[in-house]
Nanobody, 115 residues
């Protein structure tokens, strides 16, 4: 079992930055692909970024060049640095840990981009 706890969300003005953190506890962290997803009101949950256990990274087209995902396996933590935030980035952001046969989610953290 893996427990995921997100932090770092909040209210930010357009053009601002936030860094989300996701701390994992439980089983071996380094073997999981770690991802960030988001869900805006009335929309489906969508992938934002994922970093695989080997270090490969994928981003949604909408965040390329603005968001950076990273992981620190010594701290069992994955980060999402979000720059140049736009109102359309407003959503609940969820951390995800995916193994071969398992899939875990955090409780989510709200990000609101508004002036």
């Amino acid at each position: 079992q893996v427990q995921l706890v997100e932090s770092g969300g909040g209210l930010v003005q357009p053009g601002g930055s936030l860094r989300l953190s996701c701390a994992a506890s439980g089983r071996t962290f380094s073997g999981y692909a770690m991802g960030w997803y988001r869900q805006a009101p009335g929309k489906q949950r969508e992938l934002v970024a994922v970093i695989h256990s080997g270090g490969n990274i994928n981003y949604a087209d909408s965040v390329k060049g603005r968001f950076t995902i990273s992981r620190d396996n010594t701290k069992n933590t994955v980060y999402l640095q979000m720059n140049s935030l736009k109102p359309e980035d407003t959503a609940v952001y969820y951390c995800n840990a995916m193994g071969v046969f398992t899939n875990y989610w955090g409780q989510g953290t709200q990000v609101t981009v508004s002036s």
